[in-house]
Every structure is written in structure tokens, then in C-alpha cells.
């Protein structure tokens, strides 16, 4: 079946520590994102991605980058210059325009640091 | 600015009972609306979304939703709450070219017997 699959559900790392999160998908889906997720704020874009080789900021890029090398894959590294990263993060992707299909969406990582 | 709002953090319905979450959002045309729901630890599915005609939208599991030009809400509505239906709901919009879907802080459902 085809999906959006990040890993792992759950991380840990030290605080200073850079970490990736992995977001691959077998939906032949032009367009990725990420956002972030905290409780009562909702889900905020990180960065997004329509095509391969080329991304862009979202709300909320300070301390994160991104890469899309391959139409497949849109890892997530959270750097130590994210002033507070522990969060669900949840990939997502869609086909052509989104408004026709949505978006669909991974299960999420869970990353804390300590 | 542009923006989408759930008044509601928490609420509490009976199990059998009537359900209404709302939605206004802030934006000077008529966005592209929608409602996830988010069991936890899990990611987001679709329920149901609007992009014009029929102001009234059927989704999935017995949900539907009223847009309201006029008030600026995209409620979802359930004539009868199952226990299963216990979960955080999300409405989001896509107000402006690029495609993004901007999210609500949600509101999260309990379902009491």
C-alpha cells in the first residue's frame, strides 16, 4: 500500500545534538512538508517542497533545514540552533493540487531532547 | 492576517449526544477549507473538505460541515458521537497560492458514557 512513512516514532537526543528525521513516500506525490506539532498550537510549517531540488521556508524554519534529492525522500534535520526542539513532527505530501486530494499524512516522530 | 481559529480547546459530549466543533477563519475571499482528525500519537486523516457549491459537505464516519460565507465558519457537525469519535480535530485552510494548508490549534474531543 502506498503511505508516507517517517522514522523512527520516537527520538532521543542530547541537547546540542544535531538529528534527522526521515520522511519517505511511495505516492509518486510532487509536493512535501513538514510541521510541528505542539499541544495547543496546532500544526506549524516548517518548510515545504514542490518539487525536487527545491524547497522553501515556512513559518517556522529557524533552526531546521531540509533537502529533496529525490522525489521520494524529504528528511528533516533539526540543528542545535532550534531553541526549543522537542515536538511531534509530522511529514505530509499531495498530488497536484491539494485541494483536489488533501494532503496526506505520516504518523509522526516524536523527538525529545535532553 | 490570515488565519484559522477553533475557539474550543477541549470538549466534552456524551456518548449518543449531538456534536459541533467550530471553525472561523480570517482571510477576504473563500478559502479552501477542511477538517482532520488526529487520534494519538498518530498522524492526521482527512474528513472532509470544501471548495465551493454545496455549502453543506459530507465526510467519513458520519461527519459533515456547513460553510458560512457570511460568519466565516466551517463547522463540523455529528448527530450522534460514538466513543470511538474521542480524538484531536483540526480545521485548516489554504488561503493563498503556494498551496499551504494553514492549521487550527485544534480541539480536542472526549466522549463520555
Known amino acids: 500500500d502506498g503511505g508516507i512513512t517517517q522514522s523512527p516514532k520516537y527520538l532521543f537526543r542530547k541537547e546540542g545534538q544535531n538529528v534527522t528525521l526521515s520522511c519517505e513516500q511511495n505516492?509518486?506525490?510532487?509536493?512535501m512538508y513538514w510541521y510541528r506539532q505542539d499541544p495547543g498550537q496546532g500544526l506549524r510549517l516548517i518548510y515545504y517542497s514542490q518539487i525536487v531540488n527545491d524547497f522553501q521556508k515556512g513559518d517556522i524554519a529557524e533552526g531546521y533545514s531540509v533537502s529533496r534529492e529525490k522525489k521520494e525522500s524529504f528528511p528533516l534535520t533539526v540543528t542545535s540552533a532550534q531553541k526549543n526542539p522537542t515536538a511531534f513532527y509530522l511529514c505530509a505530501s499531495s498530488y497536484g493540487d491539494p485541494w483536489d486530494y488533501g494532503y496526506t499524512f505520516g504518523s509522526g516522530t516524536r523527538l525529545t531532547v535532553v | 492576517a490570515q488565519s484559522v481559529t477553533q475557539p474550543d480547546i477541549h470538549i466534552t459530549v456524551s456518548e449518543g449526544a449531538s456534536l459541533e466543533l467550530r471553525c472561523n477563519y480570517s482571510?477576504?475571499?473563500?478559502?479552501?477549507l477542511f477538517w482532520y482528525v488526529q487520534s494519538p500519537g498518530q498522524g492526521l486523516q482527512l474528513l472532509l473538505k470544501y471548495f465551493s457549491g454545496d455549502t453543506l459537505v459530507q465526510g467519513i464516519k458520519g461527519f459533515e460541515a456547513e460553510f458560512k460565507r457570511s460568519q466565516s465558519s466551517f463547522n463540523l457537525r455529528k448527530p450522534s458521537v460514538h466513543w470511538s469519535d474521542a480524538a484531536e480535530y483540526f480545521c485548516?485552510?489554504?488561503?493563498?497560492?503556494?498551496?499551504?494548508?494553514?492549521f487550527g490549534a485544534g480541539t480536542i474531543l472526549r466522549v463520555k458514557s
Open positions: 485548516a485552510a489554504i488561503m493563498e497560492y503556494g498551496n499551504k494548508l494553514v
Open positions: 482571510y477576504g475571499a473563500t478559502p479552501y
Open positions: 505516492l509518486n506525490h510532487d509536493a
